[in-house]
């Protein structure tokens, strides 16, 4: 079984403040992990992926991502938020064997101005 | 170049009636997937495709949910007899796939609301 957790419902920051969104994974085997971001009556949007390799993966739009095995986290990281950055956030995970994607609950990102 | 698109983007149906729903993939990309995005279930995996085949099955939640592709393109997932617990937004995803590597990322669509009255 393999399982995504965002423990956060919500994160509010404001622009140009650094912005972390969380997510821990529970997986046999090598993950695939993946980060997509949803704007309101939109379709899920890639933001970046760690397959294998460097831990630090930089991806769209000035997000960052560290994959760290022994905490099985994969954090989304922004160093300055933009106001436009506010929209729901979804980390994604898959495994060697399995093409579908199991997604965690979402975070709502709010930037305030 | 021109992105997932799916059909219709809304779609009001009444208790026990029979929807379609369309997508067309990314030109080139073998892998086909249905997804379900509701406020309390979440991201639920449906199906997957490589190819015309459906090798993973394991999301839909009911023999009332079939889904087929042709051509190794359009998709179409149908929802017989629908109920009101099938109201969601529908997704789909396509994505390159091979057969030694895993991890591509999947490009969705822009989703269809499905909604039973």
């Known amino acids: 079984a393999q399982s995504v957790a965002q423990p956060e419902d919500q994160v509010n920051v404001a622009e140009g403040n650094p912005l972390t969104v969380k997510c821990t994974y529970s997986?046999?085997?090598?993950?695939?992990l993946f980060w997509y971001v949803q704007y309101p009556n939109r379709g899920l949007q890639f933001l970046l992926k760690y397959i294998t390799g460097d831990n630090l993966v930089k991806g769209s739009y000035g997000f960052e991502a560290e994959f760290n095995k022994s905490q099985t986290s994969f954090h989304l990281k922004k160093p300055s938020a933009l106001v436009s950055d506010s929209a729901l956030y979804f980390c994604a995970l898959s495994r060697t064997g399995d093409y579908k994607l199991s997604f965690g609950a979402g975070t709502t990102v709010t930037v305030r101005a | 170049g021109a992105g997932v698109s799916q059909s219709p983007s809304n779609k009001v149906t009444e208790k026990g009636k029979d929807v379609e729903l369309r997508c067309d993939p990314i030109?080139?990309?073998?892998?086909l997937y249905w997804y379900r995005q509701s406020l309390g279930q979440g991201l639920e995996f449906l199906i997957y495709?490589?190819?015309?085949?459906?090798?993973?099955k394991s999301g839909l939640p009911s023999d009332r949910f079939s889904a087929e592709r042709t051509g190794g393109s359009v998709s179409t997932l149908t929802i017989q007899r629908t109920q009101q617990e099938d109201s969601a937004v529908y997704l789909c995803?396509?994505?390159?796939?091979?057969?030694?590597?895993?991890?591509?990322?999947?490009?969705f669509g822009p989703g269809t609301r499905l909604t039973v009255t």
């Open positions: 495709f490589q190819g015309n085949s459906a090798p993973d």
């Open positions: 997986v046999s085997g090598n993950p695939y």
């Open positions: 030109s080139g990309h073998t892998a």
């Open positions: 995803a396509s994505s390159l796939a091979g057969t030694t590597g895993y991890g591509y990322e999947q490009y």
